[in-house]
């Protein structure tokens, strides 16, 4: 049966046979009592890694200065990862914990990381088969970002860890709720101090610089085809997983016939072919596929080159409300917020639509 929401097993370590629902679009995963997802090996981290569910799918980013292994291979912190089904997270030095996208079979997925197979390589990169078989509860409970079949009622001290006894991956909702509350209050205090700190710091720069305010700042351009192209062909970064890479080409071919009669289908034909790519190691596609894939890549690099150069023809001549359809469309077409072509557009359409409400004429950008 398919998982409605983004599932973790437990499938090595103090914790094997713990499954944890991911409901919300953000949890962490750490040793510390503020962790969402609580880790009962000593050696994991109070905050050792954060998951979030991101527009580009879900990701995993490291918090640990010892590391975090995925499928593998050692990131260090600050890296973001996405994640599929199958994945392994490999915390402190023997939990290991099998990810399950949403859609996917949590089962299926628990039977094929289990399956003996002396080559399979576990989440640190060692080959080994999991010490013991992982207990599949019957059903696990529907709760915020944890199931468990039941907590005790009070944390285990460390010294009964060593014993060989753990925690379950939920608090109490009292624990939670205190928690919660405590973090609100150093919230408020730290949201107000960084408050009246900025405020502070911007009367000191008007005084300094009055009058400056009314200066814009220029917005660089990408009129270039070749700054479009490089923003389009940058690479991603995904963990190797041939049957990721597999779902990826299919899904890439099936918009790429899509996109014959509708364009808007050019850009998802594009990322799920460098996802593929990425998923197989950046090994060359086969002829077809590469063939499909340089054709959307020509087509989406024209596309948005077209678009953008006309909007800042139109932004130069003052016209902002073509200005401001222009810039829009080059967002419905790259739909990526993380690249460098959106968030540039993005800085144009502010703009323009800021021109537009104060109705006056445009200052010339130095560039023009």
Not at 111 to 119: L, Y
Request: charged share 30%; net charge positive.
């Amino acid at each position: 049966m398919s998982a409605e929401h983004p599932e973790l097993i437990f499938i090595a370590g103090p914790q094997a046979g713990q499954r944890v629902i991911l409901s919300r679009p953000g949890a962490t995963l750490g040793r510390g009592s503020a962790a969402d997802v609580l880790l009962s090996e000593d050696y994991a981290s109070r905050e050792q890694a954060r998951y979030e569910r991101l527009q580009g799918g879900p990701c995993v980013i490291g918090l640990s200065k010892r590391g975090t292994w995925i499928n593998g291979r050692r990131y260090k912190p600050g890296k973001r990862v996405f994640l599929d089904t199958g994945d392994r997270i490999g915390v402190g030095k023997e939990t290991e914990i099998l990810f399950v996208n949403a859609g996917d079979d949590p089962d299926a997925a628990l039977e094929a990381a289990c399956r003996p197979d002396r080559a399979r390589k576990n989440a640190f990169g060692k080959i080994a088969a999991p010490s013991r078989p992982v207990a599949q509860p019957a059903a696990p409970a529907p709760k915020e970002t944890a199931a468990e079949a039941e907590a005790p009622p009070e944390a285990p001290a460390p010294a009964d860890r060593r014993a060989g006894k753990h925690r379950p991956s939920e608090m109490s909702a009292d624990e939670r709720a205190e928690l919660e509350r405590q973090a609100k209050r150093r919230k408020l205090m730290i949201g107000l101090g960084v408050y009246f700190g900025v405020i502070a710091v911007i009367g000191i720069v008007l005084a300094m610089f009055g009058g400056g305010s009314d200066k814009e700042r220029p917005i660089a351009r990408m009129l270039e085809k070749k700054e479009i192209a490089d923003a389009l062909s940058e690479r991603l970064d995904r963990p190797v997983n041939p049957v990721a890479a597999e779902a990826r080409l299919e899904r890439a071919e099936a918009l790429f016939h899509r996109s014959r009669l509708e364009k808007r289908q050019l850009y998802p034909a594009l990322v799920a072919f460098k996802e593929a790519l990425a998923h197989s190691g950046g090994e060359v596609l086969e002829f077809r596929y590469h063939t499909m894939y340089r054709q959307v890549l020509n087509e989406v690099i024209e596309l948005v080159h077209t678009t953008y150069r006309n909007a800042c023809l139109f932004e130069k001549d003052n016209n902002w409300a073509r200005a401001e359809s222009g810039f829009f469309d080059v967002l419905t077409i790259v739909t990526d917020q993380n690249n460098v072509i959106f968030k540039n557009a993005q800085k144009h359409l502010q703009r323009v639509k800021e021109m537009r409400r104060r109705k006056k004429p445009g200052k010339r950008q130095p560039w023009q």
